[in-house]
């Protein structure tokens, strides 16, 4: 996966000059010490964000609304990574809810 970019700078010597940059999985630090929060991570580009993560050994939590389809993705990664467990946790959450939000708030203060 390799995302790349181009940003817009905003200096007074050039302020049209555009600058781009790409980052790579191999440009990844080791994440060992990090928890990282992904929303929509049971498919598509969230899904191989978790995956990225996890192979830098990160610890992340999977926000996903659908508990089922969470803990069919959560299967598949564990499965293909062979990352622990405890290295990915599922916390149900939908963004367009605010007393989901303020509930996955409380269960991820528990987890941490
Ligand atoms: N965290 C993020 O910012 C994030 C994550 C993934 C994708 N995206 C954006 O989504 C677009 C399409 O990406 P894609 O091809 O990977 O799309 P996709 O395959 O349709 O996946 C979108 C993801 O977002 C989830 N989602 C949608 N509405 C949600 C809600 N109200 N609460 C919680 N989760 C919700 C979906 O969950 P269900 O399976 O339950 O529908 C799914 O996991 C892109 O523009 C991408 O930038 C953003």
């Given at each position: 996966?390799?995302?790349?970019?181009?940003q817009?700078?905003?200096?007074?010597?050039?302020?049209?000059?555009?600058?781009?940059?790409?980052?790579?999985?191999?440009?990844?630090?080791?994440?060992?010490?990090?928890?990282?929060?992904?929303?929509?991570?049971?498919?598509?580009?969230?899904?191989?964000?978790?995956?990225?993560?996890?192979l830098?050994?990160?610890?992340?939590?999977?926000?996903?609304?659908?508990?089922?389809?969470?803990?069919?993705?959560?299967?598949?990664?564990?499965?293909?990574?062979?990352?622990?467990?405890?290295?990915?946790?599922?916390?149900?959450?939908?963004?367009?809810?605010?007393?989901?939000?303020?509930?996955?708030?409380?269960?991820?203060?528990?987890?941490?």
């Open positions: 996966m390799e995302f790349s970019s181009t817009s700078t905003n200096n007074n010597k050039d302020n049209n000059m555009a600058k781009s940059f790409t980052f790579a999985n191999e440009d990844m630090p080791n994440l060992s010490t990090k928890i990282a929060i992904v929303t929509g991570g049971n498919i598509g580009i969230g899904f191989e964000v978790v995956r990225q993560l996890l830098h050994e990160a610890t992340v939590i999977m926000a996903c609304r659908n508990q089922q389809r969470m803990d069919a993705a959560i299967a598949k990664l564990l499965e293909e990574t062979k990352v622990p467990p405890e290295k990915l946790v599922g916390l149900i959450l939908d963004v367009s809810n605010f007393a989901s939000i303020e509930q996955f708030v409380t269960n991820f203060s528990s987890y941490v």
